[in-house]
């Protein structure tokens, strides 16, 4: 069984602290994903002043999943066409071996 070290990890998001227990080959990973998630909140921000900083955390939330979602389907889409172009290119090699 493989032992996973853990170790807590700080993280600022929209003005607020958040401290984490997570492995640590996770760490770097949650700080890029949290400075990407503060530059969604600021952006959105600065187009509506009138938002709290939870709202505009919600917003780019929800922002960041419909990204990945979309990027998940267009991944699967692509994962399926070369998986079509992988048995089409295995029937010809049969074909020409017989």
């Known amino acids: 069984m493989l ?5 807590e990890v700080s993280l600022d998001i929209a003005g607020r602290n958040y401290k984490l227990k997570t492995p640590q ?9 949290a400075t990407l998630l503060n530059e969604k909140i600021a952006e959105l921000k600065s187009k509506s002043r009138t938002l709290t900083a939870e709202q505009a ?3 780019a939330a929800l922002n960041l ?3 990945l979602l ?3 389907e267009l991944l699967a889409q692509d994962r399926q ?3 079509e172009r992988l048995a089409q290119l ?5 074909s020409s071996l017989e």
């Open 81 to 83: 066409q070369i998986a």
């Open 57 to 59: 955390a919600v917003l």
């Open 90 to 94: 295995q029937q010809q090699v049969e």
């Open 25 to 33: 080959h996770q760490q770097q990973g949650l700080q890029e994903a």
């Open 70 to 72: 979309t990027e998940r």
């Open 65 to 67: 999943s419909y990204e």
């Open 3 to 7: 032992h996973t070290e853990f170790s």
